[in-house]
Each structure stands twice: as C-alpha cells, then as structure tokens.
C-alpha cells in the first residue's frame, strides 16, 4: 500500500501539479487558461480507500469521464457550489458504494438517462439550485435505494416520471419549482415517504387522489401556491400526517372534511389566504393539534364550537382578520393554550367568560383592536382564571389606563 501511494504522489501524472491542485485534495484538477478547474481523476481515493470526499466551492467547471473509475471506495461525495453545467454519461457508474451525492448549486440545466447508471446503493441526492427543466423517465431507474431526493429551486415543469419506482423513498423535495398541476395518484407507490415538500410551486389545484398511497407521510408543505379550493377528500389517506402547510395560498373556502382522518396532525398552517368563514365542524378529529395558524385571513366571525375538541392545542394564531365579535364560548375546552393571538382585528367588546378555562394561557395579544371602551370591571372577569398569563399585548386600543391586571403580568401599550 505504501508504495503504491508514493508511486502516486510522485507521478507528475497524478499529483500535483499546480498549486491550486491541492484545493481538490485528494482528487486532481487541472487549471485552464481562465482559471477554471477540470476535475480530471479521483485515482488518490482509491488507493487510500478514502470515504467521504468534498469539492464544494473549487470553481470546477467540467469533469472527465473517467474522473472516478479508481474511487469504489467513496461513500459520501459533494461536488456542491460549481459553475458545472453538463455531466458526462455514466460518470459515476464505478462509485457501486456510494451512498451521498451531493450536485446543489452547480449549473446542470438537463441531465442524460444514464448519468446515474452504478448508483445501487445510493441514499441521498441533492439536485438543489440547479436549472433543470424535466428529468429523463430512465434517470431515477438505477438508484432503487434512494431515500431522499432533493430536487428543490429548479424550474421543473412536470414531476420526474421515475418517481413510481423509488420505492424507498422517504423525503422528497420539490419546493421552488413551476410545478403547475399533480396527476391524480402521482405519488402512489411511494408508501415509505415521511416528507413531501411542495411548497413555493405554482399549484392551481389539486386531483382528488393526488397523495393517495402515501400512508406514512408525516409532513406536507403546500404553502405559497396558488391553491384556490381544496378536494373534500384530499388528504384523507394521510393518517400518519402530523405537519400540513396550506400558508400563503389563495384559499376562500374550505370543505368542512377537508381534515377528517387526520387525528395525528400537531401542526396546521392556514396562514395568509382568503378564508371569510370556517365550517362548524372542519376541525374536528384533530385530536392531537398543537399548532393552528389562521392568521391573516378574512375570518369576520367564528362558529361557537369550531375549536371544540383541540384538547392538546398550544397555540391559536387569529391575528390580521376580520373579527368583530367572539362567541363566549369560542375558546371552550383549549385547556392546554399557552398562546393566544388575536392581534389586527375589529373586536370592539368582548364576553366576560370567552377566555375562561385557558388556566395554562401564557401570552395574550389583543394588539390593534377596538377594546378601549370596555368597563374597567369586565377587565378583571376577562382575566380572572388566567393564572399563568406572563404577558399582555394591548398596544393600538387608545386604553386611558392599563388594565389591573397589569400590575401582575407584562403589559404592552
């Protein structure tokens, strides 16, 4: 072994040659006229039986096809953060053991059938912040192994064809994408995945059928797109979720099934669309949500029981709507609310008895309201079984004076 190795180092051949060689360490490269790099053997990784090898940031600009026909010994390889624009076929077809590959950041506009040939024991891909447009049908075909596939701030226009054949996947991002459409049952055969990030896609609408088979998912994220309705029946095999996203949308209704069977959901995301009501009943079952954001809506009123059954809910975001009035037993049963948000809106009065129960409340904002008229005893029955409330926000009411209960808790004017 080590006379192979000192064979090696002293190849005018191998290694090095320039100066600037040994940013590549333990790889080659050859400096160009310009200055740019080619990445031109890996043969050092081979013979010290090297496992992890990073190139990130070594204004590489090409690679030889043979580039690592002597590296079977690499694990983890990232090539992340250079100006590489094209990928010669089968480049990696040698690298049998590899396991990470890392390709963010480069400049890959298309990429060949073949350019993934070899790759049976992958896990990870990152294609990050390249500028593809559409995967070949035949390039996910030799990485049954995958399971996880990051595909994020591209220009996708379609989903990957071979997507139906990682059946080990278990995260898949497509976020910052131009993904405008799902086929129905589009992510069917992926019963593994956990995590499935749609997010900051151009998405109209959604089939029925669009996550159908994916029972194991735990997170969604659907936020900034241009979603205007929802399927009643669109996530209803999604038993496992606890993460959905729906912010930043343009969503002015929603079918009041909308989140039936989701009883292990601990996180919902409403945030910033067009709601002007809420059906009685969409939140029932959610036995287990912690989190509920509905912030920056067009809510003006709300059923008195539609937050019924939110036993383990920890916070309640409300700010930036329409809420004139609040029914008294709006916030019944949340015994578990440590954050109350009703900050933006257009609330004048409120019932003596609609915080009652919230015994873990921490924070209350009831910033930017019209609350400056209310009698100064209605104050203290408002707050009185507050226990645990540590601070106040009541900042834009035109209050002459500060609540009582201020001199007990952080008040905020």
């Given amino acids: 072994m080590l006379v192979t190795i000192a064979a090696f180092l002293h190849s005018m051949h191998f290694y090095p040659i320039h100066a600037t060689d040994f940013g590549c360490f333990p790889c080659s490269c050859r400096q160009k006229d310009d200055g740019v790099q080619h990445l031109a053997n890996c043969d050092l990784v081979g013979a010290l039986r090297i496992k992890d090898v990073s190139l990130s940031a070594q204004n590489i600009t090409s690679v ?20 590489v624009s094209v990928l010669p076929n089968k480049v990696f077809a040698s690298l049998d053991n590899l396991q990470l590959l890392d390709l963010g950041r480069l400049d890959l506009q298309q990429l060949e059938s073949d350019t993934f040939t070899g790759l049976l024991n992958l896990r990870v891909l990152s294609l990050s912040q390249n500028r593809l447009k559409v995967l070949p049908g035949d390039l996910l075909l030799p990485m049954q192994s995958l399971e996880q596939l990051l595909l994020d701030s591209n220009k996708l226009i379609e989903l990957p064809s071979g997507l139906k054949r990682l059946n080990n996947l278990r995260r898949l991002r497509l976020r910052s994408n131009k993904l405008s459409e799902l086929p129905a049952e589009a992510f069917a055969w992926l019963s593994h995945l956990r995590e499935l990030d749609l997010g900051y896609n151009i998405l109209s609408e959604l089939p029925a059928e669009a996550f159908a088979g994916l029972s194991n998912l735990q997170r969604l994220d659907l936020g900034f797109n241009r979603l205007s309705e929802l399927p009643a029946e669109a996530f209803a095999w999604l038993s496992h979720l606890r993460e959905l996203d729906l912010g930043y949308n343009i969503l002015s209704e929603l079918p009041a099934e909308a989140f039936a069977g989701l009883s292990n959901l601990q996180r919902l995301d409403l945030g910033f669309n067009r709601l002007s009501e809420l059906p009685a009943e969409v939140f029932a079952g959610l036995s287990q ?79 930017h309201n019209k609350l400056s008229e209310l009698p100064p005893a209605l104050w203290a029955t408002l707050f009185s079984g507050l226990g645990n409330l540590q601070r106040l926000s009541v900042q834009g009411n035109d209050f002459g004076e500060l609540p009582a209960i201020c001199s007990s808790v952080e008040c905020i004017n």
């Fill in 64 to 83: 030889a096809e043979d580039a690592f026909t002597s590296s079977r010994s690499l694990q983890r390889f990232s090539l992340s953060g250079n100006p």
């Fill in 289 to 367: 949500l912690q989190v509920l954001n509905l912030d920056h809506n067009k809510l003006s009123e709300l059923p008195a029981e539609v937050f019924a059954g939110l036993s383990q809910l920890q916070v309640l975001n409300l700010d930036h709507n329409k809420l004139s009035e609040l029914p008294a037993e709006a916030f019944a049963g949340l015994s578990n609310l440590q954050r109350l948000d009703l900050g933006f809106n257009r609330l004048s009065e409120l019932p003596a008895e609609v915080f009652a129960g919230l015994s873990q409340l921490q924070v209350l904002n009831l910033d």
